[in-house]
């Protein structure tokens, strides 16, 4: 099968351009997409491609993005918009969570919302507080919305697909840091279904199921770990809602401990529902120690270099507590 | 386009039935027969009558909180949406929406809304397929004075202006946002001055004269068919019961009230009809009766279908 070398970026740009030739209502807008290609460059090169009809730069207004995405969706559009920084879906949290969300549910299953939020979350560029958020947890708690968070070109590229296709409010949650990791993928169009995880590295010994950047970071430790002979399965949900649980389930049923690891604060994030949920699960009698969660601090992202680092699990944090569970 | 002797009449009785489907909402409210709110729109039945009238069954509405009457003129049909009221099945929502949140996306009405401003930056999505599918449609986006506050109004306006966006933003100022007067909230005396920041016009007309509504909104629609953009309309009225349910209403005194009721917006265009001899005293009460028909029909018909069974009550989180 011929294939070619994308980064993630390019990726989701393919993704972008696919779907908006297949489907004329498939259209973009949100601030500086066009002519500057977007705050990380997704978008570059798709106004000269599209045209700004359906490459919409859009005043500096999240609300609006978001509600007018909803309204253009209920009409019979399907949007992607992109909300600049994941910190700032707060401003159109209205239009996302009372409106976007519950239209399906709330006019009785008779209309529905087909529309993708991009963002990029996370932190480790430097930007601090107000820049570098995993707002995910948030978004997981609301009935109807779809949460998607792709660690790789390849989950990029087909995850937007099918989120694009999909006929709900989808947020996508991109990484800051994954938009120039590069990965070959297949030349020929391909999806990867939303609620499906993949098993990014198979073991025996412990399951660490990884969200979004933690996903190459356990990658990294677990190579370590095999040449201390821990042989660690790797499971990346790749969409939080819908959750495919079945496979976290029966990769605990083979390895017996579960190790979950993400960015965002361990107060209140998605690391509890997967731990609870597996708890709740026959998998419960199959576990040999208790489940550990690896995740941000209850903090605001600090800015000096070591304190961000420090906010977040890193590669050796990873070892560590992988370590502890299986010794 | 001018209306004819029909088109008159049949306002007046869309306006009447608002009227007598809200006194019924009333009754069922106080009876607690309906479990949830209400809010009533008995006295400004003119604006959404004459605004609705000046629009095509293909063109699209958002509404609010307060939205019985836009549903009605919008050509909703009664027993679905006392239906829903009453929480039934067979509701426009089948019953899981209640009364703010009745829509019928199908027939243009894009949804009642219970956030104060919801529906404004949704009508701007409307209109930006209105103009990506080029279907030559008018969004008629209603919202209160309260909402003219909401930080929403001001992005969604502003987009509307600057992609010269379909839609007529209808503001509904019946000079209090529940308890809160406008003159407390606004420094502006004229809302409508608004819509100079935004580079749109602003108007302000009578709110309680249904054919001065109807005659802005048909130029404020062809304006935006016409691909010249959004227009921004201020009708005065004011609603003649409390906010919802419960409302003790000490932020205003029972003269202001019937000052109000003085200028009923039916009242007027019924003595305006019958000097016109459009209408006959016969007609008049041919046309009450074929109302309050109507209305009871709404009600047995709710009454009588079944609340939705707990097997929905999961159903339709997410769309297949
Ligand atoms: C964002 C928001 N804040 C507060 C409320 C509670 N609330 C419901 S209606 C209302 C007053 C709205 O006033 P206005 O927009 O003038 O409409 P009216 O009720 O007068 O028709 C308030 C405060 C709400 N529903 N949404
Ligand atoms: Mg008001």
Not at chain 1, 151 to 165: E, F, M, Q, V
Not at chain 2, 164 to 177: H, K
Not at chain 2, 190 to 219: C, F, H, Q, T, W
Not at chain 2, 299 to 304: N, S
């Amino acid at each position: 099968m011929p294939t070619v070398e994308l980064t993630y970026r390019e990726a989701l740009r393919r993704a972008l351009r696919e779907e908006m030739a297949r489907d004329e209502n498939v259209y973009m807008m949100g601030e500086d997409i066009a002519i500057y290609g977007g705050a990380f460059g997704v978008s570059l090169g798709l106004l000269e491609e599209f045209g700004p009809e359906r490459i919409k730069d859009t005043p500096l207004s999240e609300s609006v993005i978001v509600g007018a995405a909803l309204g253009s969706a209920l009409t019979g559009m399907r949007p992607v918009a992109e909300i600049m920084f994941m910190d700032f879906i707060t401003i159109g949290m209205d239009q996302l969570i009372n409106q976007a969300a519950k239209i399906h549910y709330m006019y009785g299953g008779k209309a529905c919302v087909p529309m993708v939020l991009r963002t990029p979350g996370g932190s480790g560029t430097g930007a601090a507080a107000q820049h570098s958020q995993s707002l995910e947890g948030l978004l997981c708690h609301i009935p109807g919305l779809k949460v998607v968070m792709p660690s790789c070109p390849y989950d990029a590229l087909g995850l937007l697909k099918s989120s694009i296709r999909d006929n709900n409010p989808v947020v996508f949650v991109e990484h800051k840091l994954l938009y120039s990791g590069r990965e070959l993928v297949p030349e020929k169009e391909y999806l990867v279904p939303l609620g499906k995880s993949e098993v990014k590295r198979e073991g025996t010994d412990l399951t660490l199921v990884a969200l979004s950047v933690m996903v190459v970071r356990a990658l990294k430790a677990a190579d370590k770990l095999a040449q201390e002979g821990i042989s660690v399965e790797i499971i990346d949900p790749r969409t939080l809602v819908p959750l495919d649980l079945e496979a976290i389930i029966n990769s605990v049923k083979k390895t017996h401990r579960l190790l979950i690891v993400h960015e965002a604060c361990k107060r209140g994030g998605f690391g509890a529902e997967i731990l609870s949920q597996v708890e709740e699960s026959d998998a419960f009698d199959y576990l040999d120690v208790p489940i550990r969660r690896l995740a941000g601090s209850n903090i605001p992202i600090p800015y000096s270099p070591g304190l961000e680092k420090g906010a977040v699990p890193q590669e050796d944090d990873i070892l560590g507590a992988a370590r502890k569970l299986v010794g | 386009m001018t209306l004819n002797k029909n088109d008159l009449i049949r306002m007046y009785k869309q306006m009447l039935t608002i009227r007598r489907f809200e006194e019924k909402v009333a009754e069922f409210l106080s009876q607690g027969t309906i479990h949830g709110t209400g809010h009533l729109y008995i006295g400004e039945e003119a604006i959404a009558v004459g605004a609705c009238r000046a629009i095509e069954n293909e063109d699209y509405i958002t509404s609010t909180h307060r939205g019985h009457g836009h549903c009605i003129a919008k050509g909703a049909d009664l027993n679905k949406m006392m239906s829903e009221l009453l929480g039934k099945e067979t509701g426009y929502c089948r019953g899981k929406g209640g009364s703010m949140h009745i829509a019928d996306v199908e027939t243009g009405n894009l949804g009642a809304n219970g956030v104060v401003g919801g529906g404004i930056p949704i009508a701007c999505g409307a209109g930006i397929t209105i103009k990506m599918k080029k279907l030559k449609r008018v969004v008629l986006c209603f919202f209160g004075d309260g909402a003219v506050n909401q930080g929403v109004f001001h992005e969604s306006l502003n987009l509307a202006s600057v992609w010269d966006l379909p839609v007529v933003f209808i503001c509904e100022n019946n000079f209090y946002a529940m308890s809160t007067a406008t003159k407390i909230a606004f420094k502006i005396k004229d809302l409508s001055l608004r819509a100079a920041s935004y580079g749109m016009p602003g108007v302000k007309v009578d709110g309680n004269d249904v054919l001065k509504i109807y005659e802005e909104v048909i130029e404020a629609a062809s304006r935006a068919r016409e691909d010249k953009g959004p227009t921004f309309i201020v009708c005065d009225s004011y609603r003649w019961k409390g906010h919802s349910r419960s409302d003790a209403e000490r932020y205003r005194t029972k003269k202001e009230v019937m000052e109000w009721k003085k200028r009923c917006p039916i009242e007027r265009f019924k003595k305006y009809l019958l000097d016109k001899r459009y209408l006959t005293r016969e007609m008049t009460e041919q046309i009450e009766w074929e109302v309050n028909l109507s209305i009871q029909e709404a009600v047995d018909f709710a009454q009588k279908s079944p609340f939705p069974s707990l097997k929905t009550l999961e159903q339709d989180v997410y769309a297949n």
